[in-house]
């Protein structure tokens, strides 16, 4: 299972940044690729950012490119999401999670995080 590193609410304002950092098991981090994923309250979860275990592939929805970069330090254990230029429109839970596949389908992810919560103020 993978969980991010920090659990507690992350409340920032509009326009302002902030990193979330996720450590899964040894296994999974090696073995799948990576991605994020967040769920806003009354709607479903939906994909942000994939990365693959060399780095060489990623993806993100439309809503956040050019404002988000997934990254992963493999020496770490650790999978990264750099949020920059946030809007109110962002504020939701943020998860991350494994896949056997290169692919941006939530359906296809596994091994959930228990989700950080992410508030952005206008």
């Known amino acids: 299972q993978v969980h991010p590193v920090e659990s507690g609410e992350r409340l920032v304002q509009a326009g302002g940044s902030l990193r979330l950092s996720c450590v899964p098991s040894?296994?999974?981090?090696?073995?799948?690729?990576m991605g994020w994923f967040r769920q806003a309250p009354g709607k479903e979860r939906e994909f942000v950012a994939a990365i693959s275990r060399s780095g060489g592939w990623t993806r993100y929805t439309d809503s956040v490119k050019g404002r988000f970069t997934i990254s992963r330090d493999n020496a770490k254990n650790t999978v990264y999401l750099q949020m920059n230029s946030l809007k109110p429109d962002d504020t939701a839970v943020y998860f991350c999670a494994a896949s056997n596949h290169l692919t941006t389908a939530t359906i296809l992810y596994d091994d959930w995080g228990q989700g950080t919560q992410v508030t952005v103020s206008s």
């Open positions: 040894g296994r999974t981090f090696v073995r799948n690729v």
